[in-house]
Protein backbone atom coordinates (compact mmCIF):
# COMPACT_ATOMS: atom_id res chain seq x y z
CA UNK A 1 0.00 0.00 0.00
CA UNK A 2 1.82 3.27 -1.31
CA UNK A 3 2.12 5.87 2.03
CA UNK A 4 1.76 9.48 1.59
CA UNK A 5 4.70 11.57 3.05
CA UNK A 6 3.71 14.36 5.02
CA UNK A 7 4.20 17.92 3.40
CA UNK A 8 7.12 19.83 4.33
CA UNK A 9 8.25 23.18 3.13
CA UNK A 10 11.10 23.99 1.37
CA UNK A 11 13.94 25.69 4.35
CA UNK A 12 14.47 28.06 1.35
CA UNK A 13 10.98 28.76 0.66
CA UNK A 14 10.86 29.48 4.73
CA UNK A 15 14.10 31.88 4.24
CA UNK A 16 12.56 34.41 1.44
CA UNK A 17 9.44 34.60 3.15
CA UNK A 18 10.94 35.97 6.56
CA UNK A 19 13.55 38.02 4.03
CA UNK A 20 10.27 39.52 2.56
CA UNK A 21 8.65 40.19 5.93
CA UNK A 22 11.50 42.07 7.23
CA UNK A 23 12.12 44.34 4.53
CA UNK A 24 8.06 45.13 5.29
CA UNK A 25 8.40 46.00 8.33
CA UNK A 26 11.85 48.01 7.87
CA UNK A 27 10.33 49.64 4.99
CA UNK A 28 7.34 50.90 7.87
CA UNK A 29 9.65 52.87 9.64
CA UNK A 30 11.07 55.35 6.82
CA UNK A 31 8.07 55.79 5.89
CA UNK A 32 6.59 57.15 8.69
CA UNK A 33 9.85 59.13 9.09
CA UNK A 34 8.64 60.36 5.43
CA UNK A 35 5.07 61.28 6.29
CA UNK A 36 6.34 63.10 9.16
CA UNK A 37 8.58 64.92 7.38
CA UNK A 38 6.29 65.86 4.24
CA UNK A 39 3.69 67.34 6.88
CA UNK A 40 6.36 69.82 8.09
CA UNK A 41 6.95 70.83 4.24
CA UNK A 42 3.75 70.89 3.13
CA UNK A 43 3.03 74.69 3.09
CA UNK A 44 6.33 76.02 1.57
CA UNK A 45 6.30 73.38 -1.10
CA UNK A 46 2.44 73.79 -2.08
CA UNK A 47 3.14 77.23 -2.36
CA UNK A 48 6.30 76.71 -4.28
CA UNK A 49 4.95 74.19 -6.55
CA UNK A 50 1.34 74.87 -7.15
CA UNK A 51 -0.32 76.90 -10.23
CA UNK A 52 -3.35 78.95 -10.38
CA UNK A 53 -6.75 77.85 -12.58
CA UNK A 54 -5.74 79.42 -15.77
CA UNK A 55 -2.07 78.22 -15.42
CA UNK A 56 -3.37 74.97 -14.78
CA UNK A 57 -5.26 74.53 -17.89
CA UNK A 58 -2.43 75.66 -19.93
CA UNK A 59 -0.36 73.11 -18.60
CA UNK A 60 -2.84 70.16 -19.00
CA UNK A 61 -2.35 70.98 -22.72
CA UNK A 62 1.11 69.66 -22.36
CA UNK A 63 1.98 66.05 -23.23
CA UNK A 64 4.75 65.62 -20.14
CA UNK A 65 1.62 66.65 -17.76
CA UNK A 66 -0.81 64.18 -19.32
CA UNK A 67 1.56 61.36 -19.21
CA UNK A 68 2.08 62.31 -15.50
CA UNK A 69 -1.38 62.36 -14.49
CA UNK A 70 -2.26 58.84 -16.57
CA UNK A 71 0.31 57.20 -14.51
CA UNK A 72 -1.78 57.94 -12.23
CA UNK A 73 -4.87 55.95 -13.89
CA UNK A 74 -5.39 51.99 -13.97
CA UNK A 75 -5.62 52.37 -18.24
CA UNK A 76 -1.68 52.79 -18.67
CA UNK A 77 -1.14 49.57 -15.84
CA UNK A 78 -3.81 47.73 -17.92
CA UNK A 79 -1.86 48.08 -20.78
CA UNK A 80 1.39 47.81 -19.66
CA UNK A 81 -0.01 44.18 -17.39
CA UNK A 82 -1.37 42.87 -21.12
CA UNK A 83 1.84 43.21 -22.46
CA UNK A 84 3.64 41.30 -19.67
CA UNK A 85 1.18 39.01 -20.40
CA UNK A 86 1.47 38.44 -24.33
CA UNK A 87 4.98 38.36 -23.18
CA UNK A 88 5.36 35.82 -20.29
CA UNK A 89 3.09 33.45 -22.77
CA UNK A 90 4.92 33.59 -25.73
CA UNK A 91 6.96 30.95 -26.96
CA UNK A 92 11.01 31.86 -26.67
CA UNK A 93 11.91 33.16 -30.28
CA UNK A 94 15.28 30.27 -29.64
CA UNK A 95 14.05 27.14 -28.32
CA UNK A 96 12.66 26.13 -24.90
CA UNK A 97 14.04 28.23 -22.05
CA UNK A 98 16.15 26.68 -19.53
CA UNK A 99 14.89 25.00 -16.60
CA UNK A 100 16.03 27.75 -13.80
CA UNK A 101 14.13 30.51 -16.23
CA UNK A 102 11.09 28.87 -16.88
CA UNK A 103 8.10 31.00 -15.96
CA UNK A 104 5.35 28.58 -14.68
CA UNK A 105 2.95 30.72 -14.32
CA UNK A 106 2.78 33.59 -17.81
CA UNK A 107 -0.01 35.54 -16.34
CA UNK A 108 1.87 35.97 -12.57
CA UNK A 109 3.54 39.53 -13.45
CA UNK A 110 0.62 40.50 -15.36
CA UNK A 111 -1.78 40.28 -12.04
CA UNK A 112 1.23 41.62 -9.78
CA UNK A 113 1.18 45.13 -12.04
CA UNK A 114 -2.51 45.43 -12.69
CA UNK A 115 -3.31 43.92 -9.52
CA UNK A 116 -1.37 46.53 -6.99
CA UNK A 117 -2.36 49.09 -8.89
CA UNK A 118 -6.04 48.33 -8.53
CA UNK A 119 -5.36 47.48 -4.69
CA UNK A 120 -3.31 50.38 -4.08
CA UNK A 121 -5.78 52.66 -5.37
CA UNK A 122 -9.16 51.08 -3.63
CA UNK A 123 -7.33 51.45 -0.05
CA UNK A 124 -6.33 55.08 -0.97
CA UNK A 125 -9.78 55.71 -1.33
CA UNK A 126 -10.90 53.55 2.00
CA UNK A 127 -8.39 55.58 3.78
CA UNK A 128 -9.81 59.08 2.36
CA UNK A 129 -13.03 58.32 3.62
CA UNK A 130 -11.85 57.27 7.25
CA UNK A 131 -8.78 59.93 7.78
CA UNK A 132 -11.36 63.05 6.33
CA UNK A 133 -8.72 65.33 5.03
CA UNK A 134 -9.86 67.63 2.80
CA UNK A 135 -7.85 68.66 -0.62
CA UNK A 136 -5.77 71.53 0.00
CA UNK A 137 -7.88 73.86 -1.97
CA UNK A 138 -11.70 74.29 -3.08
CA UNK A 139 -12.61 75.30 -6.45
CA UNK A 140 -14.86 78.63 -5.90
CA UNK A 141 -15.69 80.71 -8.88
CA UNK A 142 -13.18 79.21 -10.97
CA UNK A 143 -10.18 79.85 -8.67
CA UNK A 144 -8.48 77.25 -6.19
CA UNK A 145 -8.86 79.17 -2.74
CA UNK A 146 -6.87 77.33 -0.51
CA UNK A 147 -8.12 75.63 2.61
CA UNK A 148 -4.79 73.74 4.34
CA UNK A 149 -5.58 70.91 6.91
CA UNK A 150 -9.29 70.80 6.54
CA UNK A 151 -11.21 67.93 8.30
CA UNK A 152 -14.50 66.67 7.38
CA UNK A 153 -16.01 65.91 10.75
CA UNK A 154 -15.47 62.35 12.53
CA UNK A 155 -16.68 59.88 9.99
CA UNK A 156 -18.00 62.81 7.83
CA UNK A 157 -16.20 61.72 4.93
CA UNK A 158 -18.68 58.20 4.77
CA UNK A 159 -21.81 60.58 4.58
CA UNK A 160 -19.63 62.99 1.97
CA UNK A 161 -16.52 61.80 0.25
CA UNK A 162 -16.30 64.68 -1.88
CA UNK A 163 -13.24 66.43 -2.12
CA UNK A 164 -11.32 64.48 -0.12
CA UNK A 165 -7.26 64.62 -0.50
CA UNK A 166 -5.37 62.19 1.93
CA UNK A 167 -4.20 59.88 0.54
CA UNK A 168 -3.85 60.57 -2.97
CA UNK A 169 -5.28 57.69 -5.07
CA UNK A 170 -3.16 59.18 -8.07
CA UNK A 171 -0.14 58.50 -6.31
CA UNK A 172 -1.33 55.21 -4.69
CA UNK A 173 -2.18 53.76 -8.53
CA UNK A 174 1.29 55.26 -9.65
CA UNK A 175 3.48 53.87 -7.30
CA UNK A 176 2.48 50.38 -6.70
CA UNK A 177 2.07 49.86 -10.12
CA UNK A 178 5.46 51.20 -11.23
CA UNK A 179 7.36 49.10 -7.43
CA UNK A 180 5.68 46.23 -8.89
CA UNK A 181 6.96 46.53 -12.24
CA UNK A 182 10.55 47.33 -10.96
CA UNK A 183 10.06 44.40 -8.67
CA UNK A 184 9.10 41.83 -11.65
CA UNK A 185 11.00 43.57 -14.10
CA UNK A 186 14.01 45.47 -12.62
CA UNK A 187 15.31 46.12 -15.91
CA UNK A 188 13.05 49.43 -16.22
CA UNK A 189 12.61 50.28 -12.58
CA UNK A 190 14.34 53.34 -13.05
CA UNK A 191 12.11 55.01 -15.66
CA UNK A 192 8.49 53.17 -13.82
CA UNK A 193 9.71 54.76 -10.64
CA UNK A 194 10.80 58.68 -12.59
CA UNK A 195 6.91 58.83 -14.19
CA UNK A 196 5.36 57.90 -10.88
CA UNK A 197 7.24 60.33 -9.09
CA UNK A 198 6.39 62.84 -11.47
CA UNK A 199 2.36 61.89 -11.60
CA UNK A 200 3.09 62.86 -7.68
CA UNK A 201 4.37 66.28 -8.63
CA UNK A 202 1.47 66.55 -11.10
CA UNK A 203 -1.05 66.53 -8.22
CA UNK A 204 0.87 68.89 -6.40
CA UNK A 205 1.35 71.52 -9.43
CA UNK A 206 -2.57 70.86 -9.74
CA UNK A 207 -3.35 72.06 -6.48
CA UNK A 208 -4.93 69.40 -5.82
CA UNK A 209 -2.53 67.56 -2.85
CA UNK A 210 0.10 68.18 -0.83
CA UNK A 211 3.26 66.82 -0.48
CA UNK A 212 2.16 64.65 2.31
CA UNK A 213 -0.76 63.63 0.75
CA UNK A 214 1.16 61.78 -2.38
CA UNK A 215 4.17 60.41 0.47
CA UNK A 216 1.03 58.63 1.79
CA UNK A 217 -0.29 57.48 -1.17
CA UNK A 218 3.14 56.59 -2.26
CA UNK A 219 3.63 54.30 1.13
CA UNK A 220 0.45 52.97 0.54
CA UNK A 221 1.05 52.17 -3.09
CA UNK A 222 4.91 50.66 -2.66
CA UNK A 223 3.39 48.32 0.19
CA UNK A 224 0.58 46.60 -1.62
CA UNK A 225 3.59 46.07 -4.17
CA UNK A 226 5.76 44.20 -2.24
CA UNK A 227 2.83 41.88 -1.28
CA UNK A 228 1.89 41.47 -4.87
CA UNK A 229 5.22 41.42 -6.01
CA UNK A 230 6.47 38.68 -3.61
CA UNK A 231 3.35 36.40 -4.84
CA UNK A 232 4.50 36.47 -8.21
CA UNK A 233 7.62 35.91 -7.52
CA UNK A 234 7.03 32.67 -6.20
CA UNK A 235 4.68 31.69 -8.49
CA UNK A 236 7.56 31.95 -11.63
CA UNK A 237 10.78 31.65 -9.68
CA UNK A 238 11.81 28.24 -8.29
CA UNK A 239 11.94 29.48 -4.73
CA UNK A 240 14.77 31.52 -3.75
CA UNK A 241 13.83 35.31 -4.03
CA UNK A 242 17.01 37.26 -4.61
CA UNK A 243 17.94 40.37 -2.19
CA UNK A 244 18.42 42.48 -4.89
CA UNK A 245 14.96 42.65 -6.08
CA UNK A 246 14.10 44.06 -2.69
CA UNK A 247 17.35 46.32 -2.25
CA UNK A 248 17.10 48.04 -5.71
CA UNK A 249 13.36 48.51 -6.27
CA UNK A 250 11.97 49.01 -2.65
CA UNK A 251 14.78 51.90 -1.54
CA UNK A 252 14.01 53.89 -4.99
CA UNK A 253 10.14 53.07 -4.42
CA UNK A 254 10.98 55.29 -0.97
CA UNK A 255 13.16 57.74 -2.27
CA UNK A 256 10.89 58.74 -5.12
CA UNK A 257 8.19 58.91 -2.62
CA UNK A 258 9.52 62.11 -1.78
Known amino acids: MATTLP ?19 RGLLPALVLIVIAHL ?8 LSVSKPELERMEEGGLYRLSWLMGTM ?15 SPPPHGPRP ?16 GA ?12 V ?28 VIDGSNLGMPSSHAAVAFAGAAALAFVMPTVRGIALLLAGLCALSRI ?14 AVGVMVAVLFARWSITRTSPGVIPSWKL ?6 GWGLGL
Do not use: C, N
Open 7 to 25: HTRSPLAGRARRRWTRWLI
Open 41 to 48: LDRPVFEA
Open 75 to 89: WVWVFIASALYLHDR
Open 99 to 114: AMGRRRDPGARAIAVA
Open 117 to 128: ALVAGLVAEVLK
Open 130 to 157: FIGRERPTRLVDGQFVEQMYTFKPVLGG
Open 205 to 218: IASAHTLSDVVVGA
Open 247 to 252: GSAGGS
